[in-house]
C-alpha cells in the first residue's frame, strides 16, 4: 500500500488590501465614516483544513495591529487540524451579518454597529473574528440561537469538529495573543466570537 499523501504546509501571508477587494468592500463592508479607514485594514490569506479533511487557502479582512497575531492563530489551528468550513471576507454575503453566519462562514472586519445598539462592533474596527458560526452560535439569554443549523450545538458537550470549548485548541491559541472568547461572557454567550478587547 502507497503512504498517504504528505499534508501540505501551512501557508499564510498577511497584505495591504488589494484593489479589488477595496472596491468590493466600499459601500458594503466599509463606507466613509467608518472607525478605521481601509488603510488600516490587512488581508491575511492562509491554509485552513476544511471539515472534509482537505485543505484550502482562506482570506480574512483584520485591523494591520492584529494581523500578525492572527496569522499565528490560524497557524497553530493548522497544526492541530482543526476544522474551518470556509473563510472569506464578509462583502461575499453583501456585508450581512445573518447570511454569513447561516453559510457558516469565519470572518473578522466588518463595519457595523453591535446588534440593537449605535455602538460600533469590535468588527468595525477589524479587532474581532467569529469562528465557524453555526458550531459556535450566539445564545441569547433566551437560551436560543437565531440560526436553525445552530441548534444541536447548544448543547455545548461532546466536543464535535470546529467547536470553540475551554482548554481547546480554538480557544488556547487566542488566549495566547490576549485575546478574549465571548464563550466566556456572563449571560449571553458568543461561542464563536475572539476579540482584542474580550467584548
Known amino acids: 500500500a502507497s503512504a498517504a499523501p504528505s ?4 501557508d499564510g501571508r498577511v497584505t495591504s488590501l488589494p484593489g479589488e477587494l477595496r472596491r468590493a468592500m466600499t ?6 465614516g467608518c472607525p478605521v479607514g481601509l488603510g488600516e485594514l490587512r488581508l491575511v490569506r492562509a491554509r485552513h483544513w476544511g471539515f472534509d479533511g482537505t485543505s484550502r487557502i482562506g482570506r480574512v479582512v483584520v485591523h494591520r495591529d492584529v494581523a500578525a497575531g492572527i496569522l499565528r492563530v490560524l ?3 493548522y497544526a492541530a487540524r482543526f476544522p474551518i468550513r470556509r473563510m472569506v471576507p464578509v462583502d461575499a454575503y453583501g456585508a450581512d451579518d445573518y447570511r454569513s453566519i447561516e453559510a457558516d462562514n469565519t470572518s473578522a472586519f466588518n463595519c457595523r454597529y453591535v446588534a440593537g445598539t449605535t455602538r460600533w462592533s469590535e468588527h468595525a474596527y477589524g479587532r474581532a473574528i467569529d469562528v465557524n458560526p453555526i458550531e459556535n452560535p450566539y ?17 455545548r458537550a461532546p466536543h464535535r469538529p470546529g467547536m470553540a470549548v475551554d482548554g481547546g485548541v480554538l480557544v488556547r491559541a487566542f488566549a495566547a495573543e490576549g485575546w478574549g472568547w465571548g464563550g466566556h461572557w456572563d449571560g449571553v454567550k458568543d461561542y464563536q466570537h475572539f476579540s482584542v478587547s474580550g467584548r
Open 7 to 10: 499534508a501540505a504546509p501551512f
Open 27 to 32: 459601500g458594503r463592508s466599509w463606507r466613509p
Open 139 to 155: 445564545v441569547g439569554s433566551s437560551g436560543r440561537t437565531s440560526h436553525r443549523a445552530s441548534v444541536p450545538f447548544l448543547v
Open 75 to 77: 497557524r497553530r489551528l
